[in-house]
């Protein structure tokens, strides 16, 4: 059987190499040939723990190879599972524009019958707008069914994600088509969902939001705790280990990034007004999370007079740990409010710095280490949470800064910990340190 996957972003690339890891013969295809380049010489082009190491074993083995050639991508092909990115337009809509190219290609160049899977992120209908498209387009001979097959792995940990996801969900209108798809992932073992298309697309807006959701309720939580008293950590704590509500997506921080959920969720609020309908929690959970980005921000106006030339480090630029993706994170928002004061910016990530590179320039400087970015520093804030960056002893900041004065938007020490060496350490729901 012959599997494609189209669009070697995260998880087209992920899903072809534990695909084939555990067997399947997978055709990997992308229209960007320096990817693809990268790829065939076994590197990943993207920074994922594990990643290059499943590459190259899959590549010796003989089951995953990597082309930008439509023909050798599609000709052939049982099944090609679709990965395109579909980022926000201006209204906060999804583009779709990715997704309908890849499916006129498909329609154009596939030679048998053929099951068409989307893994990409879509609003609710596009799975048959794409059926419609392919379904114009296509030699008389020949048959195509169409199956929704959304993708819930994190940025990251996507390889354990996917050998170790909750659940697998198949939306299709043809059961055939589900029962086929099923069978690609029984050696992964594990519980999978059938529906109905609609629903699977929604499940993958549903579940997003609903993590997005669970975010910001924490980070209001938190807010009100430095208002009233309370730990957020304890707190959310105590909240987590009731079953019902569950420990996970508690961490209250400097609000959510990255390139899904702010994305998702506006598309999803979108979609809701596109059929007239107000959906006032999403609307507050977007409003949440943009004021949460610009938290630490106002706490370091509210101390300092002024941030006109004054020396700020930025320790963590990525939306998360593991990954290079700066997508929506919010050092970005951070870094334009601090130039908009003035401040004389130094920021350092352990791989996110080139991308930041890229939007900045010489505006801000790029230290090679936590400590060198420290170093005659005013004031500083962390916003990711690197192994690196959360085991830095509080001294370091005390012995680099010219004053330690900490934001930390990860709540990456304790109290106790900033107390005992006499930082001044501002974290999220949590008294500060003064
Ligand atoms: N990044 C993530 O962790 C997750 C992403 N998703 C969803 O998966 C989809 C893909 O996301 P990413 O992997 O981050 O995408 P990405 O934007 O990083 O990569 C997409 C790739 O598709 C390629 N491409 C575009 N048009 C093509 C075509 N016609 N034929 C072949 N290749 C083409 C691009 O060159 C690019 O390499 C999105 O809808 C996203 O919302 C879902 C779960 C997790
Ligand atoms: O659709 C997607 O692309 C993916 O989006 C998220 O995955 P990802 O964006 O990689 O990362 P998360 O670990 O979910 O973190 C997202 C953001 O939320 C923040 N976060 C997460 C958890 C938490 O408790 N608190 C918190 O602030 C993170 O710092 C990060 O900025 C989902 O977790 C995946 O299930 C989904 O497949």
């Not at 963590?316 to 004389?344: C, H, M, W, Y």
């Not at 790029?366 to 002893?393: H, M, P, R, V």
Request: with cysteine; charged share 25%; proline share 3%.
């Amino acid at each position: 059987m012959k599997i494609t996957i189209t669009g070697t972003g995260y998880v087209g690339l992920v899903t072809g190499v534990c695909l084939s890891d555990v067997g399947h013969q997978i055709t990997c295809y992308d229209i960007d040939q320096e990817k693809i380049d990268l790829l065939n010489s076994g590197q990943s082009p993207i920074y994922e723990p594990g990643l290059d190491e499943l590459i190259q074993k899959n590549i010796q083995k003989g089951r995953l190879q990597f082309t930008s050639n439509v023909k050798e991508a599609y000709s052939g092909a049982d099944c090609i599972f679709i990965a395109v990115g579909t980022p926000p337009n201006e209204d906060g809509s999804a583009n779709l524009t990715y997704i309908e190219n890849a499916a006129i290609e498909i329609a154009e160049h596939m030679t048998k019958d053929c099951i068409v899977v989307t893994k990409s992120t879509v609003p609710v209908g596009t799975n048959e707008h794409i059926g419609m498209i392919i379904q114009e387009r296509l030699p008389v001979n020949l048959k195509v069914r169409i199956v929704s097959n959304p993708e819930f792995l994190r940025e990251g940990s996507a390889i354990h994600d996917t050998f170790h996801g909750d659940r697998i969900v198949i939306g299709s209108d043809n059961q055939e088509a589900g029962k086929r798809i099923e069978e690609i992932y029984s050696p992964f073992k594990l519980p999978v969902v059938h529906t109905d298309l609609r629903s699977a697309e929604m499940i993958k807006y549903a579940s997003n939001s609903f993590l997005a959701l669970k975010i910001s309720f924490i980070n209001e939580i938190a807010n009100l705790c430095e208002k009233v008293g309370g730990n957020i950590e304890q707190v959310a704590r105590g909240v987590g280990l009731d079953k019902r509500i569950g420990n996970k997506f508690l961490q209250a921080g400097i609000g959510f990034g990255g390139s899904c959920f702010p994305k998702d969720i506006n598309a999803l609020n979108h979609l809701a007004n596109e059929y007239d309908y107000d959906f006032k929690i999403l609307k507050s959970v977007i409003d949440v999370n943009r004021l949460q980005k610009e938290r630490l921000f106002h706490k370091a106006k509210e101390i300092f007079e002024s941030l006109a030339g004054r020396k700020i480090t930025i320790l963590g630029l990525t939306f998360k740990p593991n990954t290079d993706d700066i997508r929506d994170a919010a050092s970005l928002k951070l870094i334009q409010d601090l130039l908009l004061e003035d401040a004389v910016i130094t920021v350092y990530d352990p791989v996110g710095m080139s991308k930041v590179e890229k939007l900045f320039g010489d505006k801000i400087q790029y230290a090679a280490s936590a400590e060198d970015a420290l170093a005659g520093s005013e004031a500083a804030f962390i916003l990711t949470e690197w192994g690196e960056i959360k085991t830095l002893s509080l001294e370091t900041f005390k012995s680099y800064m010219e004053k330690p004065i900490l934001f930390d938007g990860r709540n990456c020490f304790t109290l106790e910990d900033a107390e005992k060496h006499g930082i001044h350490y501002y974290s999220i729901g949590r008294k500060p340190i003064v």
